[in-house]
C-alpha cells in the first residue's frame, strides 16, 4: 500500500489499472477490519477518490468507441457511436 494515501493530487495521474489495483488493496484492508479507526477514514476517502477517477476513465473511453454499421449487402458501411443504453 502506498504511503501517501492522503495525497489526493496523484490519482488525476493514475492509469485505470493502477488505480483498480489501488483500490481493490484498500477494499481488502477494509474488510478485513485490521485498520485503526483514523487510518480507516484516509484510506476510505482515497478509495472514493480512486473510485470517481476509474468511473470518469471508463466513461471517457465509452465514448470513444465506435461500432461498425452494415449495409444491406453485409459489408462494413461505417462507423456509429456505441448505444449504451
Do not use: Q, W
Amino acid at each position: 500500500m502506498r504511503e501517501d494515501v492522503t495525497d489526493l493530487a496523484d490519482i488525476a495521474t493514475l492509469p485505470f489499472e493502477a488505480a483498480m489495483k489501488e483500490l481493490e488493496e484498500i477494499v481488502d484492508r477494509l474488510e478485513k477490519g485490521n485498520v485503526p479507526l483514523e487510518e480507516s477514514i484516509v484510506i476510505y476517502e482515497r478509495g472514493e477518490a480512486l473510485k470517481k477517477h476509474c468511473d470518469d476513465l471508463l466513461k471517457r473511453a465509452e465514448a470513444r468507441i465506435e461500432k461498425i454499421t452494415f449495409g444491406a449487402d453485409g459489408k462494413p458501411k461505417g462507423t456509429e457511436p456505441l448505444d449504451l443504453d
